[in-house]
């Protein structure tokens, strides 16, 4: 298993930064101090965009797993991950075959590391019981702004990824509409996230309607993917 950081940090930098992505929600992230995750522990652009039947062109950017507050509290999707020792997340974006004008299809793959493996099991099982906890959560990434979301999620059966996983559907509401599938799982004390979701612009044709949910099996294979590149 590939390592790329043995001792925690004593303290991390919560630097905030807000990235907007076009068509996909604002997400904001905070730089851990001294992150060791590199690039290569992600799937390329051109992996994920054939997994996810992405047609054009398709764009990759930072992204996050931290929210600034939730209701209720203790539902932050980021709290779940609990104590990671390094955590480093990738956003891809891009059209879909087959999907309409208004809909973007993306894909957000966390990659975290923890001390050892029974603190990576502990998180895992943190997220299998998150659907029931927390089946309705608002979210925020900022304040004074847009980026409020409420996200509805239900954990559905699945085949097992890696050592460890857990699977859920969920739809999301903000200012565009979301829904799709997340996978958390894990190898030894490396454990990914993985969420793939269609994205409806709701000014455009048909706005006021979910889009139609991707298959679960595209999901899954993407976290195949990346939980084997960041191992």
Request: aromatic fraction near 6%; proline fraction near 5%.
């Amino acid at each position: 298993m590939r390592t790329w950081s043995t001792t925690r940090p004593a303290t991390r930098a919560r630097i905030a930064l807000v990235a907007v992505v076009a068509l996909l929600g604002v997400v904001l992230e905070p730089a851990p101090s001294g992150a060791t995750i590199p690039l290569s522990a992600f799937p390329s652009k051109a992996v994920v965009k054939q997994t996810m039947d992405g047609t054009g062109h398709w764009r990759t950017s930072p992204g996050d797993l931290t929210k600034l507050g939730a209701r209720p509290r203790d539902c932050r999707s980021d709290q779940q991950m609990l104590a990671y020792d390094d955590v480093r997340v990738r956003w891809y974006s891009g059209r879909e075959m087959g999907m309409p004008r208004s809909v973007y299809t993306s894909a957000e793959i966390g990659v975290l590391t923890y001390a050892d493996v029974a603190a990576a099991r502990h998180a895992v099982q943190r997220n299998a019981s998150y659907p029931r906890r927390c089946p309705r959560v608002v979210e925020w990434v900022c304040t004074d702004c847009d980026g409020i979301d409420t996200t509805w999620r239900t954990r559905t059966p699945a085949a097992r990824v890696g050592s460890q996983s857990v699977t859920w559907r969920f739809r999301q509401v903000g200012n565009l509409k979301s829904n799709g599938y997340a996978v958390v799982a894990r190898d030894g004390a490396t454990v990914v996230r993985v969420t793939g979701m269609r994205t409806r612009d709701v000014f455009v044709d048909g706005g006021q309607h979910y889009p139609r949910l991707m298959a679960k099996g595209v999901v899954l294979r993407l976290a195949r993917t990346a939980l084997r590149t960041a191992t």
